[in-house]
């Protein structure tokens, strides 16, 4: 038979061993991208309630980061004189979606962007001397807090644009996720350089069609 001491030495290592379990953290096998419900994020305009679908998307990578997506109901299409654009469709200044960080997030300058939910616009990156060679693509959604942006139909122009999503950062320069090639619908890839991409189907005004886009949701610009 074990003696006393021996039995407490056996019965400490097992609680030790069971402790040191919990308390790793445990995330999904990779990442995931699963259907919810409507918008529900608290101070939300009506405006924007109405604009996106009824139905959102909840990202959750392989380090447990997550984010939730709405997106419009339907993307205004038409075709544009824009050099390289990857999605010369989209029109500038548009609404494409409202997301939630539950966790913040690192936008593609490496500027933080705080725990928050915000509107996305779209914007296609001007070809001038102050951008050229930032990104190898000129599609950009921009972020901007939810109380600066309550009407989904106006058409934000650039500069009005860059001004309200630099609220974002409370820095001069505007909160820019780049966006990249799209892939399936409704799934999260890496790319040829390593960065991390939801690809969403989006209706568009054009009636029972969509528009695939691609959002890099990790992955910053090395310049």
């Known amino acids: 038979m074990q003696s ?3 039995r ?3 019965l400490s290592l097992v609680v030790c061993l069971v402790i040191g379990c919990l308390a790793v953290p445990v995330y999904a096998a990779g990442p995931s991208v699963e259907r919810t419900g ?6 939300v305009p009506s405006e924007i309630k109405k604009a996106v679908e009824d139905k959102g998307y909840r990202v959750t990578l392989d380090d447990g980061w997550t984010a ?9 299409t038409a075709s544009k004189d824009a050099a390289g654009a990857l999605y010369p469709e989209l029109t500038n200044g548009e609404f494409v979606a409202v997301v939630n960080f539950s966790k913040g997030f690192t936008d593609y300058r490496g500027q933080a962007v705080p725990p ?8 296609y990156l001007p070809q001038d001397a ?20 309550p009407d989904p139909a106006i058409m934000l122009p650039y500069k009005r644009l860059v001004v309200l999503s630099a609220k974002t950062t409370g820095a001069a320069h505007p909160a820019v996720i780049a966006m990249e090639l799209a892939g399936t619908p409704a799934t999260v ?10 690809t969403i189907a ?18 910053q610009a090395t310049q």
């Not at 928050?116 to 914007?123: C, D, E, K």
């Not at 890496?190 to 991390?196: F, L, P, V």
């Open 189 to 198: 890839a890496k790319n040829d350089q390593g960065m991390t991409v939801l």
């Open 202 to 219: 989006v209706p568009t005004s054009a009636s029972g069609n969509t528009q695939k886009i691609g959002i890099v949701l990790k992955g």
């Open 68 to 76: 939730e997506f709405w997106f419009a109901q339907a993307l205004t």
């Open 38 to 43: 409507a918008l529900s994020v608290v101070g």
């Open 130 to 149: 102050n951008h050229m060679g930032v990104s190898p693509n000129p599609d950009f959604l921009l972020a901007i807090p939810l109380a600066a942006d």
């Open 4 to 6: 006393p001491v021996r």
């Open 116 to 123: 928050s939910a915000y509107t996305l616009r779209y914007q």
């Open 8 to 10: 407490f030495l056996f």
